[in-house]
């Protein structure tokens, strides 16, 4: 015989407290049982497994629709190939690596195996008809992993190299990293956007890589900036202090400002005072494709620039003879700022005070000569050229 309860207050109360200590005992065999999990991933003298049931979260997937996968850090990549995709009628699903690894530096050997034996390389290949990977060539160990170790991925994989394709890779790391890529170059399809990307990786690899250049299109909303502003751009990095220094005493600041925006708002300026930091930027592409006129350093006052010191470069000792221990003299033709395709729709200055001087000139006529103008419309042009060919190029790569 059943006995009615009394829904006291005392009773609920206590029932309350049994649900809480049962759901927290649930939590904790579930956190006990994935860390045994775990540990058993990690082991590296365990042959490689893949296991049926993923410890990922697998909202990142859709279902399999002759679509893209694209992978990337770096958002202005990913405008790029949005642009593709969509002249190229593909369906495009963007992942951040990210939830992955915070850093670039904690795609170690260990960590890809795991994601290997967590089932995820398994899953992304086999629901995707095409991988690619841009910015961060790291980002795809685990699928270089499991390709090295003979386990097929069902999509193509797309390597497009944006920058070096060992950055973020600790010193420590590098051997291991570089056999990796030597077992597996001929298993995936090799892009850079710009030549000495490809150069630079086959120095160690012989790798055969595509160039296929950005098109310069980009998402950034223009800003809205106020007539009494408009007046010169300049980068703004904080590796930069001794340039503004030097621009301060030169009195440039009076003319330029440290703002950037995005392409489509620094045609609202005069121009926009750039320091390469990378052989190759996205900000390049795209601000010539809308039409910025650009100020940057001559190739030899760059060059004092570097050595000095006064700005940052990623890889001036890259460009040093092996045997001389000199940077050659054609390493002007591994940074885009300077190759013969872009050079015409540049403005050079050999010091400071010639930039001051062509600033106040350009500011003086508060407009641009017919002669600039037409240049800056080549400039548009040739992007838009640039974009023509990068669709026919990424159409045969992902066919």
């Known amino acids: 015989m059943a006995f009615p309860v009394k829904w006291t207050k005392e009773v609920v109360v206590r029932l309350r407290s049994r649900l809480r200590l049962l759901l927290l005992a649930t939590l904790l065999l579930s956190t006990v049982i994935l860390w045994s999990q775990r540990n058993i991933l990690v082991k590296d003298d365990a042959p490689i497994q893949i296991l049926e049931s993923a410890t990922f979260n697998k909202s990142v997937l859709h279902p399999r629709t002759h679509r893209v996968t694209y992978y990337s850090r770096h958002t202005a990549t990913l405008y790029n190939f949005e642009y593709i995709s969509r002249g190229l009628n593909l369906t495009l699903h963007y992942i951040s690596p990210t939830f992955l690894t915070r850093h670039p530096s904690e795609m170690t050997a260990k960590r890809a195996l795991e994601i290997v034996r967590s089932g995820y390389v398994h899953s992304i290949c086999s629901s995707t008809d095409i991988i690619v990977f841009a910015d961060t060539a790291v980002d795809a160990r685990p699928f270089l992993t499991a390709l090295a170790n003979d386990i097929p991925c069902s999509a193509k994989v797309v390597m497009e190299l944006t920058n070096r394709v060992d ?4 010193a420590d790391d590098l051997e291991e990293y570089w056999s990796l890529l030597g077992k597996i170059q001929t298993k ?3 892009i850079a956007n710009n030549p000495y990307d490809a150069k ?3 120095k160690r690899i012989p790798a055969s890589v595509k160039v296929i250049r950005s098109s ?4 950034v909303p223009k800003q809205t900036i106020p007539s009494n502003e408009t007046t010169f751009a300049v980068t703004n990095a904080r590796n930069w202090t001794r340039i503004y220094k030097e621009m301060s005493h030169t009195g440039i600041p009076s003319l330029a400002k440290k703002y950037y925006g995005g392409p489509e708002t620094l045609t609202q300026h005069l121009g926009y005072i750039d320091f390469p930091y990378q052989v190759s930027t996205m900000k390049l592409y795209e601000n010539l494709r809308a039409g910025v006129t650009l ?3 001559s190739k030899k006052f760059f060059r004092n620039l570097v050595e000095s010191k006064t700005i940052g470069f990623c890889c001036w000792d890259q460009f040093r003879n092996a045997e001389t221990g000199k940077v050659d003299s054609d390493w002007h033709m591994n940074v885009e700022y300077y190759r013969p395709e ?3 729709f540049v403005v050079y ?3 400071l005070v010639e930039l001051k001087e062509l600033l106040e000139k350009a500011r003086s006529e508060n407009q641009m000569n017919q002669a600039r103008v037409q240049i800056r419309k080549e400039g548009m042009e040739t992007m838009e050229k640039i974009g023509r060919e990068s669709f026919k190029e990424w159409g045969l790569v992902l066919n």
């Open 188 to 190: 995936v399809t090799w």
């Open 167 to 170: 950055w973020g890779v600790p």
């Open 349 to 351: 200055f050999g010091s």
């Open 295 to 297: 100020y940057v350093p």
């Open 200 to 202: 630079y990786i086959q």
């Open 342 to 344: 872009f050079r015409r």
């Open 216 to 219: 310069g299109v980009s998402r």
